[in-house]
């Protein structure tokens, strides 16, 4: 039996989202820029497309802006938008994508500094208020982690910024789909998506610009994307998104619930052995994400032994699995080395059954007595 437990990497495609795709791979092959009908039936899908994932995340269709993905559109947030002046805020916990987006404007001379984070890999809002600056241009927070599943409190800091003058970015990849967005109720300038965390296919996503928020087109050429994002659009694959979004928002509660049980059943079983201990907060935490640490145990041959038994799982965040490297993520919350190495994350999603959870977590249980 094959029980996949990483959707924090990817997740598979849905058959919905995948229907919604074939036309536009096969019939509808034309560009959406030319003029005859095959041509305009791609037009007509990418304005209905982004209909969609306006009303779904509740904000103007003319706000999201199509890009190749989750780190696209965090790269274009950071560098592209204009900004006023040279200070940055962000955290230690965010992706690679924001991460070395901020080391790239760091080189061009912009002042980067990182709020601080609790033990629990929660943002504290009163580091906010004392490192928030006069000049501060920008500040990007992810809306939930990860590696750890925690989230953070998005609306308290647009409230706090509503009067201020620097623009808010959030990743809101991994929270899209656990996390009910209305973007009517969150002081957001900027939210970066990605299709294949939720259902549906690789190398879409978008970056939600409200509107008046001045940005650079990172990519220049075609006027696509209103004269922002050149390129030949990804027609099958924004279809599929919006499909994927429109899903996303629907029943997040009813699928939390069942995905909170299991989540919580295969949780308790893992912390009853000796030296497992939970990362990250209980409770603001996204319901499918369990990311244990563990003592005596080598986490690279954990995931191996898991793997020849069916069980696809990761350390942290898939970019980092192979490599020995302790987690960033886990070292900013202040655990050390060898627990910030021997880590495990195991992310479910609402396919997974009971059955799966109980023989995943007995094979974890004994792959871990066994390495020790
Ligand atoms: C996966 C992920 C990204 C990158 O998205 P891609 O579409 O894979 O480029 C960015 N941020 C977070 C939080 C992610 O989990």
Request: with cysteine; glycine share 8%.
């Amino acid at each position: 039996m094959e029980i996949y437990l990483d959707n924090a990497a990817t997740t598979k495609i849905s058959d919905e989202v995948f229907g919604a795709m074939l036309p536009y791979l096969k019939e509808f092959y034309g560009n959406a820029s030319s003029v005859y009908s095959i041509g305009k039936k791609s037009k007509e899908a990418i304005i209905e497309a982004r209909d969609l994932i306006a009303k779904a995340l509740r904000c103007k269709s003319k706000e999201i802006f199509f890009t190749s993905g989750g780190s696209e559109a965090d790269n274009w947030a950071i560098k592209g938008s204009l900004l006023k002046s040279k200070h940055i805020l962000s955290t230690p916990i965010e992706h690679e994508a924001v991460l070395q987006s901020l080391e790239y404007m760091k080189d061009l001379g912009y002042e980067i500094e990182y709020l601080d984070v609790n033990s629990n890999g929660i943002v504290e809002i009163d580091s906010l208020k004392s490192k928030l600056r006069d000049d501060t241009a920008l500040i990007s927070v992810m809306y939930a982690n990860n590696e750890i599943g925690t989230i953070q409190p998005i609306k308290e800091i647009g409230e706090f910024l509503k009067d201020k003058n620097t623009l808010f970015h959030v990743d809101a990849v991994q929270a899209l789909g656990s996390i009910e967005i209305n973007l009517s109720e969150l002081n957001v300038d900027m939210m970066s998506f990605s299709a294949h965390k939720i259902h549906g296919p690789k190398g879409v996503g978008a970056l939600y610009i409200k509107e008046g928020t001045k940005i650079n087109s990172m990519i220049n050429g075609g006027s696509q994307e209103r004269n922002k994002r050149a390129g030949t659009e990804n027609v099958a694959g924004i279809v599929g998104f919006a499909k994927a979004v429109e899903i996303a928002q629907k029943n997040v509660y009813v699928r939390n619930s069942k995905i909170e049980k299991l989540r919580d059943k295969l949780l308790k079983n893992l912390l009853s052995l000796e030296g497992v201990y939970l990362n990250g907060d209980l409770e603001n935490r996204l319901k499918g994400n369990i990311n244990i640490s563990m003592e005596n145990v080598d986490s690279s041959i954990l995931l191996m032994k898991l793997d020849m038994e069916g069980i696809m799982a990761s350390i942290g965040s898939a970019c980092n699995s192979g490599s020995i490297n302790p987690s960033y993520v886990l070292k900013a919350i202040g655990r050390n080395d060898e627990l910030s190495k021997n880590s495990l994350r195991l992310t479910l999603n609402e396919e997974n059954s009971e059955e799966q959870i109980d023989r995943a977590s007995a094979i974890i249980i004994d792959s871990i007595n066994s390495l020790r």
